[in-house]
Structure formats: C-alpha cells, structure tokens
C-alpha cells in the first residue's frame, strides 16, 4: 500500500491495514514524498512494514519525468516481500505499471478536480501532465475506489468514464475519551492548501467570541504559506494531541470548499461535537440533517452558525449528538468488508485479462 506522509492518506492507510490485519493480511507500506516523522515510522512499523521510495508525489513533482522510477520501485517492492495485490493511494501511480499483479487506485483527492472546484478553471498547461498520468492509472487499474459519490461524480465529469470506479466511504478508528465539552471551536486541516479555505475562517473568527482553533500545518511542502490573523493557530501537531483536543471540542468546523471526504468532520461527529460544514456536495452528501451549513466563501455564514451554536448549548448537544448517530455509518468494519469486496473484484479482473491476454 502506497502513502505519503503530507496528508490524510496517512491516517486512512494505517487505520486500514489495522483492519486488514484482523483478516490476516499483512500490510507493506510504501511512501513516497517527504520522509515521515518518528511518531509516524513508529506507528507504521507497529502496524506492518515501512519502507520509503526514493520517489515523489505527483501533485509536488516539477516535471513528469521524475514519476518515471515509480513502476520499477513498485515492481522489485512486489517481489522482494512476495506482494499479491497493489493498493495504490495516487491513481498516477498506476501508470506505466508492467506487473502480472491485482492493481487497485484510489483517488483520495486530485489536481484536476481540485483546479477545477477551487479555482474555477482548467488545469494550467504546465501541468496537463498530471491529467495524462491520472488516466492512464485508471485505465491499468483492476479497481477503482473514490470515498464519496460526490469525488466519484467530480472525477467522472473531469475524466470521462472510469471502468470499475466504486465509491468505500472512509471511517475511522477515533474512540474519543469521556472528557466534557469545552466553549472552544477547532478545525483541523493543512491550512496552506486553499482548498482547505483557512482565510474564510480565519476571517470568520475575528466575528465569533468564541475562540476558534486551528489545528494543522500553515507551511507546504513546496512554499505554500498562509498567515492567520484571527484564530489561534495550534500549528503542526501528532493525530493523538488533535484527537484531544477534538474530545473536548463544543463545535467542529470546516470551511474546505473542495473535501473528496474530510476525516477531521468525521472525527469531530465520533466526538460529540456540533458540526459546522462547507455548503459543498461532499458535506450535504454525507452530513445533511446532522450538521450546520454555511457559505464557503462568506466568512459571516461561518460566524452566524458558530455564534448560534455558541449561544444556545441546547441547540449545540442536540447537533452533536445526530452528528455522533450519523458518524456510526461510516464504521471501520464496514468499510473493510466494502475494501475486501472491491479486493476481490479486482482479483477477478485481473485473472479475467490474464486469461484473455
């Protein structure tokens, strides 16, 4: 399984292979991109084997050209621990892929889409690469996985059809401990990538009496950067401390104007917490009727609804408790018997090609 260290991936392919190992499958994870921390090597390692390629992500890479070692690398991976099946966490990943072994893509998120709902355009010529290389690791695949009907929707009108293209729904493994709730708001996110929309709250919080935290790296891998003015910015933290910090949250934000899933509204529901959701396809997808709806681009819709809630705890413990109901379907088990199932599928494509290759 393929993971990088940056974002949400990380989370998602450790509480997955936790999963697996409870059906007797053993994890090799292979990152790529920037190096992870100790606390994560030594979460990876107590969870299966961690080995680093010397290779990067494709949304941090300069030119196509350097994506070009990643078959070989994936190639003597699989036979040096005897792999039988390929889960790959960037679909460009797939490309190229010359190997007689089940390939499954998931498309956590992409460039394409991401240009597309973020900035209101077509994908810069210097980076239609990115495009070309996507398309060509659907193509290989023997599955694929988007975690919500709303990324599954995105990718199909950005790329056209996508053969085997399934929708698991994400989950997580927070147990959030019995501590009450504090009169503080967190969000949590990789605040320098303007999907995640960190200005509007942070614009938002200079309206609210409440404080609000933000929980999350303001600095990119490749320079990006945002200044927060009005929030209390928590910076770069371990999953278990954000997870503290979300046990005690009254109110959950996120302000994410482009979210294929988004595990910190997730983890806030687990918690107890009151949502308060980007008006997006993702959010009313998964959240509708469990959470709070503001404008993403009206920074005073977010202060509204936080205000609200902050006012009437009424209000605020009926919210956080459909949120917690909601959170229940999108369980771990589930979303492993749905993996397995996709696992299979792929396994029968790819003995079908064998045999009419």
Known sequence: MTVD??????RYAMDIARALRQCDIQTIFAGLGPEPSPEQSREAREIGTLTWLNAPLDWTAECED??????GLLARLADEYSIDMLHLNLPSQAAGLDIDLPVVV????????WFNIVRGCELPEAWLWQERRNRRGFDRADAVMAPSRSHADALRRTYGMIANLDVVYNSTRFEPPSVEK?????????????GKNGAVLDEAASLCPTRVLMAGPAEGPAGQHIAISHA????EMPHQQVTMFMARAGIVVSPSVYEPFGLAALE????????????????????NGAALFADPHDPRSFADAINRLSADGTMRTALGALAQMRSREFAADVQCLSLLNVYANAMQHAGKNAVTG
């Open 66 to 71: 350097r994506l070009d070692v990643i078959p």
């Open 268 to 287: 806030g529901a687990r918690a107890g917490a009151a949502l308060v959701l980007a008006d997006i396809p993702t959010y009313r997808e998964l959240w």
């Open 5 to 10: 260290a940056v974002g949400g991936v990380w």
């Open 182 to 194: 504090e009169d503080f708001v967190l969000a949590v996110g990789r605040w320098w990538d303007d």
């Open 232 to 235: 209390v910015l928590l910076g």
């Open 106 to 113: 998931v498309s956590h998120s992409c460039v394409i889409t």
